[in-house]
């Protein structure tokens, strides 16, 4: 009888010690804490935004082609607060040869002529950086006018073309009537602070529909132009980083 007892006793405490385990393995399971992984600007990490990774699991950051790192750090790692590990900032533009423009999420940069006998290529030069950057290019136009100086400005300093870039601005229906590319008006209170000294300078019949920027005697602004087959003037392009 005792035997008996003894061992449906021993029955007991195994099974115990069983449940005991099953139990502490499950809380512990429960306890591994986990960090989501998130979107950052002009980047992505990986596993994708959405994802979730355990402690001690890192996640790696790449900047999209039209942006670059802004240090060295590129992995985030998961702590036991469940927070993922600071890691470096990708930086709008592809280098500091461009220049951002906040008001349009767009970077713009000064480009050599692609010269075609008998042809305007003012567009050309914009539009094969397409893939090369993985999002939109055009001729660059914006209403903030001074990026466009100061992209010019940085064409200039590196010798790039003859110091002038057609923009996506131009006043193609009525002279001195100017509006960028899309179609938005550009008035001229706005926009004729931004011209080199005694420029404008077409007449009534509008010789002159498109415009560069650039300098010219030592000045730098924009001046009315057209477009001149195989001509000597750059294009100042633009990448439009968001839709």
Known sequence: MMSTNASASSQKLVKMVMWRTI????LCWLFIMTCLVGTTPYGS?????????????????TCDASARL??????????????LSPTSLCLPCPDATWIYD?????????????????????????????????????????LNFQALLDAAQIGVAN???????YVGIGD????????????????SPSILPFFRPGRPDDTLANMFTILTVGVN???????????????????????????
């Open 23 to 26: 139990l502490f393995v499950g």
């Open 45 to 61: 990490f990986s596993p994708a935004p959405g994802s979730t990774v355990e402690e001690g699991d890192t996640v790696t950051l």
């Open 70 to 83: 802004d240090s060295t750090v590129v992995t985030a790692t998961c702590s036991s607060a469940g927070v």
């Open 102 to 142: 906040p008001t349009t999420d767009r970077c713009f940069k000064a480009f050599a002529a692609t010269p075609i006998p008998g042809v305007c290529t003012k567009d050309v030069p914009c539009a094969v950086l397409a893939a090369q950057y993985g999002a939109p290019t055009a001729l660059a136009y914006t």
């Open 159 to 165: 010798s790039v073309a003859n110091g002038n870039y």
């Open 172 to 187: 193609p229906v009525v002279a001195f009537q100017y509006q960028l590319d899309d179609g938005t008006p550009a008035p």
């Open 217 to 243: 005697a030592g000045a730098l602004g924009f001046d009315d132009s057209d477009c001149v087959p195989a001509g000597l003037d750059g294009s100042m392009c633009q990448i439009q980083l968001t839709p």
